[in-house]
């Protein structure tokens, strides 16, 4: 599908940047991007997201339930 613009950024509510306490194997969620049909998310243990702990793309949904459980005491990342 053609575009007359680049979609808009979603928004990443939850978990929010610096939340504790997140459980291991959470739920992501966030806005709909303007003119987004389709997501990919990425979940890392840096912020270049080199180090990818879990990953999807062509999601229809605003929302990605990690599918396994992630490790605990570990600062994580993730972006749309």
Same mark, same amino acid.
């Given at each position: 599908?053609?575009?007359?613009q680049?979609p808009?950024?979603?928004?990443?509510?939850s978990?929010a940047?610096?939340?504790?306490?997140?459980?291991?194997?959470?739920?992501?969620?966030?806005?709909?991007?303007?003119q987004g049909?389709?997501?990919?998310?990425?979940v890392?243990?840096?912020?270049t997201?080199?180090? *990818?702990? #879990?990953?999807?793309? +062509?999601? &229809? =949904?605003t929302?990605?339930? *990690?599918p #396994?459980?992630?490790? +605990?005491? &570990? =600062?994580y990342f993730w972006?749309v």
């Open positions: 599908r053609l575009a007359a680049a808009g950024l979603p928004l990443l509510p978990p940047i610096g939340a504790t306490n997140v459980a291991l194997q959470p739920t992501l969620v966030w806005s709909a991007a303007t049909d389709t997501y990919d998310v990425q890392a243990t840096d912020s997201f080199t180090q *990818v702990a #879990a990953t999807a793309s +062509g999601l &229809t =949904t929302s990605y339930a *990690v #396994a459980a992630l490790n +605990g005491g &570990t =600062t972006h």
